[in-house]
C-alpha cells in the first residue's frame, strides 16, 4: 500500500539489549514524526524530521534513545540497552510539509522482559 | 497539568444515542486543533479539523472555544462502529508540527 509502513511489528527483546525500528514514510513526505504510546495514554512526541536534518529531538527521553534518517526518507529509531519502561507503541507519522496532516503507520509494539 | 486534558470515560451508550466528548488545552499559543480516532491496537487516525467558527461531519459536530480553552466532539445517532477512542489533538504555535494527545476518551456503542 502507499501508506506509512513501519517494522517489526512486534519486538520483544530482554532488557539491557539494544533494538533498532524502522519507518518507511509515505513516499514524497517531507517531515517524519516518531510518537511513543504508553498502554492506556495517548501518543507523545519524540522527535522530528525535515528530510534529513533533525530538527526536533526535545521529546527524546533519554540519551538511550537515537534516531536518523540519512537520505530523507526511511527513518530508523534506536534504543540502547532497553530498559522496562521503554516497553510501548512506537508510532511514525509523516506528512507532505510542516503543520499538513500526519498520517500514521500501525506502530511497532515493543515489549522489554 | 498535561497540556490536553480529556475525560478517560468510558462512555456506554446505546445505538442511536448522542454522546459528547470534551476537552480542554492549557497552552494558549495551541492553534491547531483535531480530533483523532484510534481502534484498539491500531494507529490513529484524523476524525476532523476543529475550525474557531464550529465544523459538521456526517454526524460529527467540531466545537472550539478559543477563550476557555475547550474543544468538544458530538456524535448523533451512534453507531456501533463508533466504539473507539476518540483523541483530542493540538498544535503549538510556532512548533515543528508535532502533535500533543489527549489521554483519549473511549467510546462503546451497545447493540
Known amino acids: 500500500g502507499a501508506g506509512v509502513s513501519q517494522s517489526p511489528r512486534y519486538k520483544v527483546a530482554k532488557r539491557g539489549q539494544d533494538v533498532a525500528l524502522r519507518c518507511d514514510p509515505i513516499?514524497?513526505?517531507?517531515?517524519l514524526f516518531w510518537y511513543q504510546q504508553a498502554l492506556g495514554q495517548g501518543p507523545e512526541f519524540l522527535t522530528y524530521?525535515?528530510?534529513?536534518?533533525?530538527?526536533?529531538k526535545s521529546g527524546l527521553p533519554s540519551d538511550r534513545f537515537f534516531a536518523e534518517r540519512p537520505e530523507g526518507s526511511v527513518s530508523t529509531l534506536k534504543i540502547q540497552r532497553t530498559q522496562q519502561e521503554d516497553s510501548a507503541v512506537y508510532l511514525c507519522a509523516s506528512s507532505l510539509a510542516m503543520n499538513q496532516p500526519q498520517h500514521f503507520g500501525d506502530g511497532t509494539r515493543l515489549s522489554i522482559l | 497539568r498535561k497540556e490536553v486534558e480529556q475525560d478517560p470515560g468510558p462512555f456506554n451508550v446505546p445505538e442511536g444515542a448522542t454522546v459528547a466528548f470534551n476537552c480542554t488545552y492549557s497552552n494558549s499559543a495551541s492553534q491547531s486543533f483535531f480530533w483523532y480516532r484510534q481502534d484498539c491496537r491500531k494507529e490513529p487516525k484524523l476524525l476532523m479539523s476543529?475550525?474557531?467558527s464550529g465544523n459538521e461531519d456526517g454526524r460529527f459536530t467540531a466545537q472550539l472555544n478559543r477563550a476557555s480553552q475547550y474543544i468538544s466532539l458530538l456524535i448523533r445517532d451512534s453507531k456501533l462502529s463508533d466504539s473507539a477512542t476518540y483523541l483530542c489533538v493540538v498544535n503549538v504555535r510556532g512548533s515543528q508540527g508535532n502533535l500533543i494527545f489527549g489521554k483519549g476518551t473511549k467510546l462503546s456503542v451497545k447493540p
Open positions: 513516499s514524497g513526505h517531507v517531515s
Open positions: 476543529v475550525y474557531s
Open positions: 524530521f525535515q528530510n534529513e536534518a533533525q530538527l526536533d
